[in-house]
């Protein structure tokens, strides 16, 4: 083996000849970080509001030290069997799990590192270099006493090749690199290849390495955990270190030049006049508003918005951004993907000029319906480079889990992370953010307390504004609210109905007067009743929910679009509580079940949206919701809130003003724990979800793995990834009737039968004939 070379990839189409050694991969990564560090230093100083000289002193060196030994791990027979094409076993210790194993570990090089680095900073590289792929955590795969040891399927013997010439020859440039920064070493020792058994009880065996490595560091964890410089390091520490893998093997696999394309990517930023076109678009001929200016001249760093429909919250934040921006990146996170893909069509798409792009899970099947041909740069942008997209962008459009994500250990956050740390932020619809994610943004605000920020909302609850302020202190200003003739202009008449039925008299009336009709359920079901009962009486209408696969309901979202223009006839659109956000649409009559109240508020949002002054407010009709209740006492609550705020304003004209009094007053008991896996894991990497857990699940059907076979090409069936299926996916209500055991693409697959799907109605579970 001493004659062969230790390969850190497989070969693919990108290799066709001979991969990247460990040794050359190691160094390419080390040339990404060296250039990732001095393209973002400055802005991780400003963003953490600590001294460059100390991260240069205390983050820098452990960073690309870690780049340097980040894949030390691979150099054992287990990884060099699967990279050559043997795939009949797996590895028993994750090469990563080892890579912090041989750093750490006194019987490899923890001895000889020691003699430079203190105890903290060899565990903090150690930790870094296991982290680096997410799987050093307390995982109880099989083996509860030695989580990070898989037994099933894998070699039972594995020998560490430390004494190849390839991993002599990188101990040298460490050796060196140290050298030059003051750290001096010694001669690397001369190590002979080691063999190791997964048995218990022998002398060879890779257990009590593996058990000491955990305990160990479980203990000193529960000592520094306390220091919350140290605590902050280790978190950036690891998130460049990924990003700096990334870049380092996605750059040299694309065949481009590491430190120049990372300088000139993360050197794109804004200028304030890059802006000036995308608001001149949206103000056309007008003067921004008093509100807007008021925004665009905030002096705090953060500054918080509440303020209703029609008052131009984006435009006001892109007036906001060329002050706060400038020199930075600019993220616009927005709670869903279709706020998002909405939000980058209206304001960024055309924008030529400037470096944008749309990023969430699903954005490439978005962008495929608004591009004029598959040659468009735009679209090709999406498909190449894919993890380092938000690098070289001036704007970013993006769900809120892109930026949040980091706090809980999400790949898209952590290999976004170096744009991150250059970023100004605009936060839309915070009053949208589920429990969890507000957690996340409060820990996002104290981790970068040099990082401007807008919060963006229709209001803004108490309890959630006063976590604001604690959090913030004297970074946050006074909210600045709509304007007032615009939020006290009567825009709603609400009137109540005692079900479905009572409100077809006026939906018949309305679109016999050429009106636009928005009819809101609050499950698809109902949704789907509504439309078959529109069907019924041959009132032509479309149905719009989240259960259709995403490419049809891509091209749904555009019809119900088209349906709301100016110009365009009346209609009927029946949808879910999915056009609260991602439709900016104005309705002359709203049809609603009774839902919690900030919802309401939402669904009001696209009824009159556009309301001017002697205009008569437009009618919501209200119906009971007839469904199975949440137990939780919030929704509860928010349920309560809603009647009493519809009988209080009913029959009469209210406004935006008078719904959010109401918001403002309902009581809530909500509390954030702010719990965050990148911050509190410490030696560990295991990623959480942003999100609150839901009751769904996104499916594949097996009757689409035709037509997934015809596009993307049957020779490539079971290798399909997960971003390649996306078009085909459909969030499916978990269902105790099936058991989905296959997967495709990470996605449970429903087997023939079980799904029933229609183009116009959607997805439903096929219902099992009782015998």
């Known amino acids: 083996m001493l004659e062969d070379a230790l390969w850190a990839k497989s070969k693919t189409k990108r290799y066709p000849v001979d991969p ?372 070289r962008q001036q704007v970013i459009a993006c769900t809120v889990d892109t930026i949040l994500g980091l706090i809980q250990n999400q790949r898209r956050g952590l290999f976004s992370s170096p744009a991150i740390t250059c970023g100004a932020f605009v936060f839309d619809e915070i009053h949208n953010y589920d429990k969890r994610l507000f957690g996340e943004l409060l820990t996002f605000l104290r981790m970068f307390p040099g990082t401007p920020v807008l919060l963006m909302s229709a209001s803004v609850p108490p309890t959630r504004l006063d976590a604001l302020r604690r959090t913030l202190g004297d970074r946050m200003g006074e909210i600045i609210p709509g304007e007032p003739e615009l939020e006290n202009r009567p825009r709603y008449w609400i009137e109540s109905r005692s079900s479905p039925q009572e409100c077809w008299p006026e939906v018949l009336r309305s679109l016999e007067q050429k009106e636009k009709v928005l009819w809101v359920c609050n499950t698809v079901g109902d949704a789907v009743n509504v439309f078959e009962q529109a069907l019924a009486q041959k009132v032509s209408s479309i149905v719009y929910h989240s259960r259709f696969r995403y490419r049809d309901r891509v091209n749904r979202q555009k019809e119900v679009l088209a349906a709301f223009e100016p110009n365009a006839k009346s209609c009927l659109i029946v949808s879910t509580q999915v056009c609260e956000m991602s439709l900016d649409i104005n309705a002359d009559l709203l049809v609603t079940a009774l839902a919690p109240l900030p919802s309401l508020v939402q669904r009001m949002g696209r009824l009159n949206r556009f309301a001017e002054e002697g205009i008569p407010a437009r009618p919501c009709l209200v119906y009971p919701f007839i469904g199975k209740p949440y137990d939780s006492p919030e929704h509860k609550n928010e349920m309560n809130a809603a009647e009493r705020t519809i009988e209080a304003l009913a029959k009469r004209p209210c406004s935006q003003a008078d719904l959010a009094s109401y918001l403002n007053e309902m009581q809530t008991s909500e509390s954030w724990t702010q719990t965050s896996a990148w911050l509190d894991g410490g030696w560990q990497s295991k990623p959480l979800p942003p999100r609150e857990g839901g009751y769904t699940v996104t499916v594949i059907r097996e009757e689409d793995i035709a037509e997934i076979a015809r596009e993307l090409g049957p020779e490539r069936f079971g290798r399909w990834t997960s971003q390649q299926l996306v078009p085909w996916t459909i969030p499916m209500l978990l269902s105790s009737s099936y058991v989905l055991e296959r997967r495709i693409g990470g996605y449970p697959l429903a087997p023939l039968g079980t799904i029933d799907y229609d183009l116009t109605e959607g997805a439903r579970w096929h219902k099992k004939t009782k015998l």
């Open 20 to 391: 990247p050694t460990i040794e050359n991969h190691c160094k390419d990564v080390h040339r990404a970080a060296v250039s990732l560090w001095n393209s973002v230093e400055c802005d991780i100083s400003a963003a953490l509001k600590t001294s460059l000289d100390m991260l240069r002193r205390e983050l820098r060196l452990l960073f690309i030290l870690a780049a340097f030994l980040h894949d030390i791990g691979k150099a054992n027979s287990s990884f060099q069997s699967l990279v050559h094409g043997d795939r009949k076993k797996r590895q028993p210790v994750r090469h990563e799990i080892l890579s912090a194993l041989l750093v750490s570990g006194s019987q490899f090089l923890g001895q000889w590192l020691r003699s430079a680095l203190t105890e903290q900073e060899v565990l903090a590289v150690a930790w870094a270099v296991g982290g680096h792929h997410l799987q050093m955590w307390q995982q109880t795969e099989l083996d509860r006493e030695n989580p990070l040891l898989r037994i099933a399927g894998a070699d039972k013997t594995f020998t560490i090749y430390l004494g190849h010439p390839e991993i002599a020859s990188l101990l040298v440039s460490v050796k060196e690199w140290l050298g030059n920064e003051g750290r001096l070493l010694s001669t690397p020792p001369s190590f002979q290849h080691r063999t190791y058994t997964t048995k218990e009880n022998r002398t060879d065996s890779i257990k009590p390495l593996l058990r000491a490595l955990v305990k160990d560091s479980g203990r000193l964890w529960s000592i520094w955990r306390s220091d919350w410089q140290f605590v902050s390091r280790l978190a950036i520490l690891k998130s460049l270190l990924i990003a700096a893998d990334v870049s380092g093997s996605a750059l040299v696999a694309e065949d481009l030049p590491i430190s120049e394309w990372i300088a000139s990517a993360l050197g794109s930023r804004l200028d304030p006049t890059d802006l000036d076109p995308v608001i001149a678009t949206r103000l056309k001929t007008s003067q921004p508003r008093s509100f807007q200016r008021q925004v665009a001249s905030s002096e705090h760093p953060v500054t918080v918005v509440a303020a209703g429909c029609g008052n131009g919250k984006t435009v006001a934040a892109y007036l906001w951004a060329k002050k706060w921006a400038s020199g930075r990146k600019l993220f616009f996170a927005y709670p869903t993907t279709g706020t998002t893909t909405a939000g980058f069509e209206d304001y960024l798409l055309a924008q030529t000029h400037i470096e944008r792009a749309l990023i969430h899970g699903r954005a490439e099947v978005d962008l495929k319906a608004m591009v004029v041909s598959p040659e468009d740069d735009l679209f090709e942008e999406t498909i190449r480079l894919e993890s380092l997209k938000a690098w």
